[in-house]
């Protein structure tokens, strides 16, 4: 191939091949592609500044494999004498001046490349170690992070996440709808009032004025950072959540009734407990007969299971006054029953009322806020863990973003050829 196809493919600017080297290096094939400089006059890597050369050394970078070779581009570099700034090494368009000694193309692709594969997979791949592969990710999804737009978001929310052993909890910052479709925001750790001061200095004031509803959890100190912060704003209670505190007065109703059961009824209620908390229309075969068992086995299971299929149409009304009717009449199916757990709902549901019906207002995707926290989880399991707890953070909010997580391997890899 001759030197001049191959400058126009690189299309690096102000640079020429003038020739290339096959080497064997680490028990792999090598080709050494030597560039000359074409143009005049050199640039600060500091300020920008045009400025006088100083001295000048050989570089070498990694750059996109040439069919199987592993290539590098050999070229000379330069100190610059900068009057602003002194002595500073120059900037090239290909090459950063901190970090690994790969191209921009290089680094490009193994970050696109991360974001489906193991650092250890593309290390592999692309003949780098998998610290190296490492560092160049978190500096690409730092930019993004960094550079990201934040215009025209009116709805955040906020969801915990167990992370390791113990009592450890982050907080996840999303918006699940803006112009850009639903994406994670931002990471911190702890669940605390406090712990959100970090995110509210990064998302700044003027954009939290512009909040007019955040979805969550009944956490006191999500709700009372976001009012503190965002005035006049609407709070919704996330409806996984509610349900789950009404799954959790199901179970224990099921819970008491096994401990006073007795011969074939304790039978029939043992190890049913997720084929009595799960959705009946999703419950089929022999698990749907089990249900059917018990249900006509209790008539206590059977009233409980029914208002806790009954309660999701709380959510589908767009009218508060619809709603309201609708939730008296839930309560009023109650009110002769023994159903404890129920009654200890009731209550909880009464003192965040406001926050469940303002979904009547706002009809918010309330799946994102929790489909978060699975994907965070699958984040971790696929990794087997992390040891820099940035990286992590990085890493789970690439995956919950789709505009971030898109695969565009080739998009920005290559320069264009002219």
């Not at 997720?274 to 059977?302: H, Q, T, Y």
Request: net charge positive.
């Amino acid at each position: 191939m001759q030197p001049n196809c191959l400058t126009s493919l690189l299309g690096i600017q102000g640079f020429g091949v003038v020739g290339v080297e096959w080497a064997i290096r680490k028990k792999r094939s090598v080709i050494i592609v030597h560039l000359q400089r074409r143009k005049e006059g050199y640039i600060c890597g500091e300020c920008r500044q045009v400025a006088p050369g100083y001295d000048h050394s050989w570089q070498e970078a990694q750059h996109l494999t040439l069919w199987q070779h592993v290539s590098f581009l050999r070229f000379e570099r330069y100190r610059v004498d900068c009057s602003k700034c002194s002595i500073r090494t120059e900037a090239l368009d290909f090459v950063t001046i901190r970090g690994p000694q790969v191209t921009r193309h290089l680094s490009t692709l193994v970050s696109e490349l991360c974001k489906v594969m193991t650092n250890k997979a593309v290390g592999i791949l692309q003949a780098l170690h998998r610290h190296t592969v490492k560092d160049i990710d978190k500096h690409a999804m730092e930019k993004v992070q960094t550079e990201r737009p934040l215009d025209g978001l009116t709805v955040l929310g906020a969801d915990e996440i167990g992370v390791g052993k113990g009592q450890t909890y982050w907080t996840m910052l999303s918006a699940p709808e803006g112009p850009r479709g639903p994406e994670l925001l931002y990471i911190v750790n702890g669940r605390k009032e406090r712990s959100l001061k970090k995110f509210w200095k990064w998302f700044g004031k003027e954009r939290a004025k512009l909040i007019t509803h955040a979805v969550m959890d009944m956490w006191e100190p999500f709700r009372n950072s976001f009012l503190k912060h965002c005035l006049g704003i609407k709070i919704i209670y996330d409806k996984f959540h509610v349900i789950q505190h009404l799954l959790k007065a199901l179970n224990d109703v099921r819970k008491a009734e096994l401990s006073k059961a007795l011969g074939r009824f304790k039978k029939t209620l043992s190890g049913k407990k997720f084929v009595l908390l799960a959705r009946r229309a999703r419950v089929r075969g022999k698990a749907r007969e089990a249900l059917n068992d018990i249900l006509a086995a209790s008539p206590k299971l059977l009233k409980a299971h029914l208002l806790k299929e009954s309660f999701g149409r709380l959510w589908d009304y767009s009218y508060k006054g619809c709603a309201l009717r609708f939730w008296a009449a839930w309560k009023a199916e109650l009110k002769w029953s023994r159903l404890k757990p129920y009654h200890e709902f009731v209550r909880l549901v009464e003192d965040h009322l406001d926050g469940i019906l303002a979904y009547c207002d706002k009809k918010v995707s309330l799946g994102y806020v929790e489909r978060t926290n699975l994907t965070a989880k699958n984040v971790i399991r696929r990794a087997f863990g992390y040891r820099d707890k940035d990286y992590m953070k990085l890493k789970i909010i690439q995956a919950c973003t789709p505009w971030m997580a898109q695969f565009r391997p080739w998009a920005a890899a290559h320069s264009s050829v002219p």
